[in-house]
C-alpha cells in the first residue's frame, strides 16, 4: 500500500478524515514505541545477523506486552512500567 503522509495544509487535503486517522494512529505509536525504545533499548541493538537482531527485537517487544497485559490485569494504566517496578 506504500506510506500515506497526512497533508500538512488542510485546505490541499483531499480527504481531510483519512488525515485525521493516519495522525492519531501515528499519535497511538509514537506514544507506546517512545517507551519501548527507551526502556528497551531498542535503538541500540546491534548483532551479529538477521536472526539474532529479528530475536533480541521480538524479546524486546514481548517483554513490552506482558507489562503492558499485567498492568491492565493489576488495573493501572497500561503504560505504568515504573509502578510495575515499586510495587
Known sequence: MGRLPSFKNRSTDPDPQRSRRLSRARR????????????FCIKRTWARDLWRLSHRVIRKVLGHTVAVWINRALGRRPLDFDGLAAG
Open 28 to 39: 497511538t505509536i509514537e506514544t507506546v514505541f517512545g517507551p519501548l525504545a527507551e526502556r
